[in-house]
């Protein structure tokens, strides 16, 4: 079965310093990867996903992911981090069985950025 | 374009009542995903219908719990009776295709007290 595993409860970082988010995957073949951010009472949001190519890859609100397929890792990071920035991230890896996909997720990493 | 819609926002209910959570789509997505979060841990995968056919329901915890999707649009998620340990938000979301890109509501928080 595939999974993710996101190792820090929570990760604290000045306002304008760069933020990291780690993600650890565990699949069999190749892996689709995401990353979603979940605000104070709102849904989860995509952010962005890996699938196949580069292995930088950049979502939305100047987010951007680095799959490394040696240290099964799929970290999320920012250059610059903002104090809206704070809020819940999942880590997710796609999952297939029989005809049907799902998204398994890991358990969440808070990120708390302090002005 | 409406997004994806959850009633209630929350409930609150004694052990061995029955609750009633209902989820609207994004219109035109076949695939139905519902997910449960219980304090503090990981996303659970509860089941993914496709249309009004469960695809998946590997994830549902046992026979207290009863999902529907009428007609493939909206779908509701029963707890009957309803236990201590099914508290937690209940997502739901939606996709057109499987590209992993899923579009969640903001989720129902179950209180069972």
């Known amino acids: 079965a595939q999974s993710v595993a996101q190792p820090e409860d929570q990760v604290n970082v000045a306002e304008g310093n760069p933020l990291t988010v780690k993600c650890t995957y565990s699949?069999?073949?190749?892996?689709?990867l995401f990353w979603y951010v979940q605000y104070p009472n709102r849904g989860l949001q995509f952010l962005l996903k890996?699938?196949?190519?580069?292995?930088l890859v950049k979502g939305s609100y100047g987010f951007e992911a680095e799959f490394n397929k040696s240290q099964t890792s799929f970290h999320l990071k920012k250059p610059s981090a903002l104090v809206s920035d704070s809020a819940l991230y999942f880590c997710a890896v796609r999952e297939r069985k029989d005809s049907s996909y799902k998204l398994i997720f890991g358990s969440g990493t808070r990120l708390l950025v302090r002005p | 374009e409406a997004g994806v819609t959850q009633f209630p926002s929350h409930s609150v209910i004694e052990k061995g009542q029955t609750v009633t959570l209902r989820c609207d789509p994004i219109?035109?997505?076949?695939?139905l995903y519902w997910y449960r979060r219980v304090m503090g841990k990981e996303i659970k995968f509860l089941l993914h219908?496709?249309?009004?056919?469960?695809?998946?329901e590997s994830g549902m915890p046992n026979n207290r719990f009863l999902a529907e999707r009428t007609g493939g649009t909206y779908s509701t998620l029963k707890v009957q009776p309803a236990e201590l340990e099914d508290s937690g938000v209940y997502f739901c979301?939606?996709?057109?295709?499987?590209?992993?890109?899923?579009?969640f509501g903001e989720g129902s928080r179950l209180t069972v007290l």
């Open positions: 979301a939606s996709s057109q295709a499987y590209t992993g890109e899923l579009f």
């Open positions: 219908f496709v249309k009004e056919s469960k695809q998946d």
């Open positions: 699949v069999s073949g190749n892996p689709y």
């Open positions: 890996y699938i196949t190519g580069d292995n």
């Open positions: 219109s035109g997505h076949d695939n």
